[in-house]
């Protein structure tokens, strides 16, 4: 793989990792991050979709080796149980950021509000024309959006979803709320920015 990406790591410009295969968890997986950092310098389409774990740091070394380039970025963590991995991409993926982004996904397990707001602190000189966010079991993060999104007219198109598990009768049951199904917020965004409101999984399955 290595040799591989010696060779033609400069002339890819659309990556994505899936790391996981069959339920199994690839156990090479931080090397595989690695080499891309290493190797593939000219990338503007990253995927990331993998498990939590001590391998996050070159997750964003990675970003950050893109920097110049990269134009669409999705991030996926799963298993993340304590929200260690989705702290730390919150608390340091902001200043990694390029100027402009066409679309920014995040999938992270219990967002903290206080390190949601400081990505936006961060990336605040960022320009993002779709921003996608899906948090399982997190804090309210409405207030930082409006601050530092709405206010300062950042992002063109939202999409903002929330979902948790709820234990009854012997089995979990999945609730999903989405901010294009609270009217008052939706109403509130569209006066302070003139700008679209969008069901999550229509933008997230319109942009692949």
């Known amino acids: 793989m290595e040799l591989l990406l010696q060779k033609s790591g400069n002339y890819l410009e659309n990556f994505g990792i899936v790391l996981n295969i069959h339920g199994l968890i690839c156990p090479l997986y931080e090397q595989f991050l690695v080499l891309i950092t290493n190797y593939c310098k000219n990338?503007?389409?990253?995927?990331?979709?993998?498990?939590?774990s001590l391998s996050?740091?070159?997750?964003?070394?990675?970003?950050?080796?893109?920097?110049?380039?990269?134009?669409?970025?999705?991030?996926?963590v799963w298993y993340d149980n304590t929200g260690s991995s989705s702290s730390t991409i919150l608390l340091?993926?902001?200043?990694?950021?390029?100027?402009?982004?066409?679309?920014?996904?995040?999938?992270?397990?219990?967002?903290?509000?206080?390190e949601f707001e400081e990505?936006?602190?961060?990336?605040?000189?960022?320009?993002?024309?779709?921003?996608?966010?899906?948090?399982?079991?997190?804090?309210?993060?409405?207030?930082?959006i409006k601050e530092y999104i709405m206010k300062?007219?950042?992002?063109?198109?939202?999409?903002?979803?929330?979902?948790?598990?709820?234990?009854?009768?012997g089995s979990y049951s999945?609730?999903?709320k989405e901010l294009f199904s609270l009217n008052y917020e939706v109403d509130e965004f569209r006066k302070l920015i003139?700008?679209?409101i969008l069901l999550y999984t229509f933008l997230f399955n319109t942009d692949y």
Do not use: M, W
Request: hydrophobic share 35%.
């Open 43 to 52: 990338i503007k389409f990253f995927d990331f979709r993998g498990p939590e």
């Open 56 to 76: 996050t740091y070159q997750l964003l070394y990675l970003v950050e080796s893109i920097q110049q380039n990269l134009n669409y970025l999705s991030i996926d």
């Open 92 to 114: 340091h993926l902001g200043s990694y950021l390029p100027f402009k982004l066409e679309y920014l996904c995040f999938d992270l397990h219990y967002i903290k509000a206080s």
């Open 119 to 144: 990505f936006l602190r961060q990336s605040q000189h960022t320009f993002i024309k779709k921003l996608l966010i899906n948090s399982n079991e997190g804090q309210d993060i409405l207030p930082s």
């Open 152 to 169: 300062r007219k950042r992002v063109k198109y939202l999409a903002i979803s929330d979902s948790s598990r709820e234990y009854t009768f």
């Open 174 to 176: 999945h609730n999903v």
């Open 194 to 196: 003139n700008r679209d």
